[in-house]
């Protein structure tokens, strides 16, 4: 009997297809609705408390509305009326100018802080501790023990002052000095907020990168321009980001120490979105302010993160 065989497969043949999976498709969506749920405790009051408002500001913004009457459709006057008022560009001014005082303040401290307590310090873990508690007190109670510091006549720094023969200023009752007291106390709040991020930022550097500086010749100064600013670069764009985005909405701090005054010299941004809505009854020139606050820090941030590349070294 003659058995035939078949000739092998030449490499011209076309190799078989190999069976489509469709449990791989199952699996992909098994993996997205796993994934849907683990957002989902945080998408939600993400939606219902920010993302809703911000929607809800936008539609008021295109009313006429004292949170009591029925709402008047009146389109983009608002923002009209909020760009040819001298006030919405003093709030501005008076915002940048505490962004401008607190943010080299409070980088420039807990910076300090932070290369202080990178070192063999004895206690440095309690000192941590410490410089961080500020972060989590509350601000109306930061706010008021500064009010009291800064008393103009029974207060601690005065007092103090006057023991060297200088006359302390009137602090937060002077239109002059009332919003370097709010930065003062801003700064020394955020302090240990800056130090925390800052240290984490120290303690990744690779220490053989200053031991061969040393060998080289560079001193402690040369060292921390050219070896540890460049490495902490990442960490100093992130607390910069986040610095500048809480400096725009500042609030807590002058609605309790100042109110916005003496003579407005201390009215933010935020506290004039306040002062329209439960003052004046203004609630759609407020959502319109917000908005244009909102698009002020969009465009801040975008420019950062678009400079990053020039300066932030994640190398």
């Known amino acids: ?133 500020p972060v989590v007190t509350s601000w109306i109670v930061v706010a008021l023990v500064w009010r009291w510091l800064l008393n103009p006549s029974t207060g601690v720094v005065n007092v103090a002052l006057s023991w060297f023969g200088i006359d302390g200023p009137g602090w937060w009752t002077d239109p002059v000095w009332a919003m370097p007291s709010i930065i003062l106390a801003s700064a020394w709040k955020d302090l240990g907020f800056v130090m925390v991020i800052l240290l984490a930022g120290l303690q990744s550097i690779n220490p053989e990168l200053h031991d061969a500086a040393k060998v080289d010749g560079a001193g402690a100064w040369r060292r921390l321009v050219s070896v540890t600013l460049p490495l902490l670069s990442p960490s100093t764009f992130f607390v910069l980001v986040i610095s500048l985005i809480n400096g725009f909405q500042v609030f807590d701090q002058v609605f309790a120490m100042t109110g916005g005054g003496p003579g407005r010299s201390t009215q933010v941004v935020v506290q004039q979105v306040y002062d329209l809505t439960f003052r004046y009854g203004a609630a759609g020139e407020a959502s319109a302010l917000s908005w244009m ?16 590349r020039r300066w932030v070294n994640y190398g």
């Open 293 to 308: 606050l909102f698009a002020v820090i969009l465009a801040v941030t975008a420019i950062q993160i678009l400079g990053q």
């Open 1 to 133: 009997m003659t058995v035939t065989v078949p000739p092998p497969p030449t490499l011209l043949e076309p190799p078989a297809e190999a069976p489509v999976r469709r449990p791989v498709r199952r699996h992909r969506a098994r993996y997205a609705l796993t994934v849907l749920a683990f957002l989902l405790p945080s998408a939600v009051p993400l939606a219902l408390f920010v993302l809703g408002p911000m929607v809800a500001a936008a539609w008021i913004s295109l009313h006429d509305w004292n949170l009591i009457s029925a709402m008047e459709w009146v389109g983009l006057d608002n923002f009209a009326r909020l760009a040819a008022d001298p006030a919405t560009g003093e709030v501005f001014l008076h915002t940048v100018y505490y962004i401008v005082g607190y943010l080299p303040l409070v980088y420039v401290g807990g910076l300090a802080l932070a290369l202080a307590l990178n070192t063999r310090l004895k206690g440095r873990s309690f000192l941590r501790g410490v410089y961080f508690l």
